[in-house]
């Protein structure tokens, strides 16, 4: 149980474009997802909180304008990064919480992002 | 939420036990430590978590210092499939986000 599933796993795309990434709890709803993205041998930096229903919380620093985040329902969460340019190549998570005090995340398998 | 500390890497062999060290002294009444891991170009996969008691599962087992400021994971016979940077984290039990410190880079050498 608990699976997260992210898609696509890689884009490939021209600088300028914008580029959206899904993010679904497939066997639970989750009321919160978050978003991450992770550069080559670092960890993984919290980009963004995305509550269903309402506005998404962004970490200090990241352009709430160039990341936008969705949560039009229990069990999708939509990333999409807007007039992308080489700089925002990256590895984009997502994770899911279960509902209840001390539960753990579930993440997906990632987005490698590559902008030419 | 409260600092973890983590040796940046560990290597064992095939089939042993390991032991990953955390040092959380700041830990405070209401955080959880939770344990992730992450294999190469995927996304980080739960592991286990607790508060107070040793906790064991499928996976590994987590064994809570009294004074909780220390917590070990331990993998009991570890395989080539165990290599991975694994990450302590503690989390309020509260709070939403996990915050990821730096890890410790597991090698495991057949």
């Known amino acids: 149980g608990a699976v997260v599933s992210q898609h696509p796993s890689r884009v490939i795309c021209k600088s300028g474009t914008s580029v959206k990434i899904e993010c679904r709890s497939l066997?639970?709803?989750?009321?919160?997802m978050f978003w991450y993205r992770q550069f080559p041998k670092k960890s993984l930096m919290l980009m963004a909180t995305?509550?269903?229903?309402?506005?998404?919380?962004?970490e200090q620093g990241v352009e709430k304008d160039k990341f936008l985040i969705n949560h039009a329902s229990l069990t999708l969460s939509t990333l999409t990064v807007t007039s992308a340019h080489p700089e925002d190549s990256s590895f984009y998570i997502c994770?899911?919480?279960?509902?209840?005090?001390?539960?753990?995340?579930?993440f997906g398998d990632g987005t490698r992002l590559s902008i030419l | 939420d409260a600092k973890t500390t983590q040796p940046n890497s560990m290597e064992s062999n095939e089939e042993e036990p390991v032991h990953l060290p955390c040092n959380h002294s700041t830990i405070s009444g209401t955080d959880y430590i939770h344990w992730y891991r992450q294999l190469p170009s995927q996304g980080p996969e739960y592991v286990i978590h607790?508060?107070?008691s040793n906790v064991n599962n499928r996976m590994a087992s987590l064994a809570i210092a009294e004074d909780r400021k220390s917590s070990t994971l331990i993998l009991h016979r570890a395989t080539l499939r165990d290599a991975a940077v694994y990450y302590c984290?503690?989390?309020?039990?509260?709070?939403?986000?996990?915050?990821f410190g730096q890890g410790t880079r597991l090698t495991i050498n057949p």
């Open positions: 984290i503690l989390r309020d039990e509260g709070a939403q986000k996990l915050v």
């Open positions: 994770s899911a919480k279960l509902a209840g005090r001390g539960q753990p995340q579930h």
């Open positions: 066997d639970f709803q989750a009321t919160t």
């Open positions: 995305s509550n269903e229903g309402s506005k998404a919380t962004y």
């Open positions: 607790g508060l107070t």
